[in-house]
């Protein structure tokens, strides 16, 4: 009977004993008693749901082209986020040509070092797409890649960002934010590399914006995985990427707690039973602000003057948590509109990309 189960599972994973049980005209307590006696074969999640043991999930990217971290999400969402399945691990494959943008190339190593966290195994091929892997070496990846993810075919044995640090201002290096000890010189470097691109009428606002992310990085992620920022200028398009993610407990499992204390009509406005709620939340966050987990006065606001500075900007802001993803669009100075993303594939933490376009 293992082998109808399993193939059983592997049409219908997530499903509830008693389910089977009554697929298979058994009774639940036999049922159960195969399956946890087959711990190698199923495995159960937290809301008690069977699933076949996967091996290893397999995500591939895109071939021939530019992936950013909608693509990226994609190619995740058509297999499931590792961190949801039973599978002892996951492997993210570069086919040939494959260019990675700053935004997913900062999931993928949050995403990496969270399944090591976790005890689950994760690798990186990059046996067809080596000039993505100089790259990564050159962006500083490698530098903040857990030891234990596996770099095929090889992990460059020198750090290309310790060689060329600051030597491009089209490019900063990955930066480790450490809520323990944050290395305050992050923001100058990357506001300092912005106004290099973009121009000198952007520093007060480009370090506004970037001091006030940098911040809640320590203040509110809670995690024991150091977060990272960086910033890329890509000079074809004369687009600039500034990307800050952490593998924290996000803006909403850091607000939703205090919301019945603190913002008891905020929270009536709200419906947690839809997957709405998250994205309405960070919404409302960035336009109105003033909503903090802190008691202290004056906070809340940092995602708010992030806000202004976008608007300022013309910038698209993404902002990616465990499960969903909130896009707020800039224009002419003024909010122009925004979208979401539910029920996407776990990733921690909260994960923010400004994209903003320059003069040439």
């Known amino acids: 009977m ?5 193939r059983y599972l592997r049409e219908n994973p997530g499903t509830k ?32 749901r069977w699933s076949v043991v996967v091996e290893k999930l397999t995500v591939f990217l895109k071939r021939e082209g530019w992936v950013d971290s909608a693509s990226f999400e994609d190619a995740l969402a058509a297999v499931g986020s590792p ?59 490698f530098d903040h890649l857990a030891g234990a993810v596996d770099v095929i075919p090889e992990r460059p044995s020198r750090s290309g960002a310790a060689i060329y640090r600051g030597n491009n201002d089209g490019v900063v290096e990955l930066a480790s934010i450490d809520p323990r000890v944050p290395d305050e010189s992050i923001p100058k470097r990357l506001k300092n590399s912005l106004v290099s691109c973009a121009g000198e009428r952007y520093s007060q606002s480009a370090f506004t914006f970037i001091s006030e992310l940098f911040g809640n990085v320590g203040d509110h992620s809670k995690s024991d995985i150091p977060g990272f920022a960086g910033l890329q200028y890509y000079r074809k398009g004369g ?13 909403v499992g850091s607000l939703e707690p205090v919301l ?92 923010i990309c400004f994209d903003f376009l320059i003069d040439s």
């Open 2 to 6: 293992i082998a109808e189960v399993e």
């Open 17 to 48: 004993a008693k389910d089977i049980a009554k697929h298979f005209g058994v009774n639940k307590r036999e049922l159960n008693s195969l399956l946890y006696r087959n711990a190698d074969r199923f495995a159960q999640d937290s809301d008690h």
């Open 83 to 141: 961190l949801d399945s039973a599978c002892s691990g996951a492997e993210f494959v570069l086919p040939k040509g494959c260019k990675i943008m700053i935004d997913a190339a900062a999931r993928i190593l949050a995403l990496c070092n969270q399944l090591v966290m976790v005890g689950k195994t994760a690798s990186i091929d990059f046996s067809a797409c080596k000039a993505t892997l100089t790259y990564f070496n050159r962006l500083g990846f």
């Open 239 to 251: 687009k600039i990427q500034t990307v800050i993610s952490d593998s924290g407990i996000g803006i």
């Open 260 to 351: 019945e204390r603190r913002y008891p009509e905020l929270l009536q406005q709200l419906d947690f039973s839809k997957s709405t709620a998250g994205p309405e939340l960070v919404l409302h966050v960035i336009k109105q602000g003033r909503v903090s987990s802190s008691d202290e006065d004056g906070r809340g606001l940092g995602l708010k003057r992030s806000g202004e500075v976008a608007a300022a900007f013309d910038a698209t802001v993404t902002v990616r948590q465990k499960n969903f993803e909130l896009t707020v669009v800039y224009s002419d100075g003024q909010f122009s509109r925004s979208s979401h993303r539910v029920d996407m594939p776990t990733i921690l933490g909260t994960h």
